[in-house]
């Protein structure tokens, strides 16, 4: 689990989307003929909503990924849940990881491939200890990852105002919005598993409810 305190998080966060954003330069003028994406991507529809918040240099994140992975798919698959990944910059890479990410759902945008890129940047992020860009795109390329150049630029803030709205201290931490405005917050590994499961369980709940 990955816990920062607040002034140094910001500051980093802010440092690293300053790299990002400048590293990204050789794309500013294809990407200013793109129309600004203004919304974090999200899989799925419905009244509930699954806030994740990871860093692909966090080792417990990556394990609730691969443990939820099959959960996330299934809520999703159900029409009542969306899903949403925002990556929390602890790691002053992480935000070309998340450039890469964006690029990869823009181009094919559906919960599969992205759990699949997820996969693939936590396996270069936590297993090869990948650090620049050229063999980012390497190993993205073995996985036969294909990814779509985009103004990323336009949705980091919206990562940022998330992880600031919820105030995004550590990592993995998971957010569940319920339908009436309940918002049920759980950090770790141990406790986000449990609380999907309380959702799956709540959903079955709802159906049984209705069936009779």
């Known amino acids: 689990m990955f816990r920062r305190n607040k002034a140094l998080f910001f500051l980093?966060?802010?440092?690293?989307?300053?790299?990002?954003?400048?590293?990204?330069?050789?794309?500013?003028?294809?990407a200013c003929a793109q129309e600004l994406v203004r919304v974090v991507p999200f899989f799925g529809n419905g009244p509930y909503e699954i806030l994740m918040f990871s860093d692909y240099f966090c080792p417990h994140c990556k394990l609730i990924d691969e443990k939820a992975e099959s959960l996330l798919?299934?809520?999703?698959?159900?029409?009542?849940?969306?899903?949403?990944?925002i990556d929390v910059p602890f790691n002053r890479v992480t935000p070309l990881y998340a450039k890469y990410y964006l690029q990869a759902v823009n181009a094919q945008p559906d919960l599969d491939n992205a759990l699949r890129v997820r996969k693939a940047l936590f396996e270069a992020a936590m297993d090869k200890g990948i650090r620049d860009e050229e063999k980012l795109t390497a190993h993205l390329a073995t996985k036969k990852i294909k990814w779509a150049q985009m103004n990323e630029k336009?949705?980091?803030?919206?990562?940022g105002a998330l992880i600031k709205e919820y105030r995004i201290n550590q990592t993995p931490t998971c957010l569940i919005k319920y339908p009436a405005g309940e918002i049920k917050r759980y950090t770790g590994r141990i406790e986000i598993w449990d609380g999907l499961n309380e959702l799956k369980n709540h959903l079955s709940h709802g159906e049984k409810q209705i069936s009779r």
């Open 73 to 85: 798919k299934e809520l999703s698959a159900e029409g009542k849940v969306k899903v949403t990944f």
């Open 12 to 30: 980093m966060g802010l440092a690293a989307c300053l790299i990002v954003w400048a590293g990204s330069g050789r794309f500013v003028t294809q």
């Open 154 to 159: 336009s949705v980091f803030p919206f990562m």
